[in-house]
């Protein structure tokens, strides 16, 4: 059930996307999509996406949504926001606001492939309910197979403090693309 709540969610914001991105990733256990998108009259995005994740008889649900600020150049995009983060595991709930950013390179020599990543964290002061502390981070290395769609191959990490037990909820390599629009 789950597995369809985050699926309709992420086709109905597909659906408005207007210069925006949607980014789409899996591995073996993991599903991950994000819809980013600049907000009218501001200098601002808004990001919202979740990850499903299943491994050993369990599952576990991380949504997010986050405001941040986005500067893309030709070679380089930069930004950085909060992303507010919500797990729903095993019998624990949590909230949690992270800090961070993201950003992306490209060599001049080779302006196909651009390599980039984003580390978001949240510390136990901005964390609630069962969880006491959240690290997502990634890195990715892409290459634009089409004018407006982007394929990658990446490296994640999302761990949690959940009452005082460090976990990686996540972790390894995925492969994705992002859409552009």
Request: proline letters at 3%.
């Amino acid at each position: 059930m789950k597995r369809i709540v985050l699926a309709t969610a992420l086709a109905g914001m597909a659906v408005t996307a207007q210069a925006a991105t949607i980014d789409l990733n899996l591995s073996n256990e993991s599903v991950r999509a994000e819809y980013d998108a600049p907000l009218p009259q501001t200098r601002l995005n808004l990001s919202v996406g979740g990850m499903y994740h299943e491994e050993d008889n369990a599952d576990a649900t991380l949504l997010h949504a986050g405001l941040h600020t986005q500067e893309n150049m030709a070679q380089y995009s930069m930004g950085v926001g909060a992303k507010g983060y919500w797990l729903n595991a095993d019998g624990v709930n949590g909230f949690a606001v992270g800090l961070g950013g993201q950003g992306s390179f490209s060599v001049p020599q080779l302006p196909l492939v651009r390599f980039g990543g984003h580390l978001y964290f949240a510390p136990k002061v901005t964390s609630f309910s069962d969880l006491d502390g959240l690290t997502d981070m990634s890195i990715r290395a892409s290459y634009q197979a089409l004018r407006d769609v982007d394929v990658y191959l990446g490296w994640r990490k999302v761990s949690t403090d959940i009452k005082g037990n460090d976990s990686s909820l996540d972790k390894g390599f995925n492969i994705g693309f992002v859409m552009n629009f």
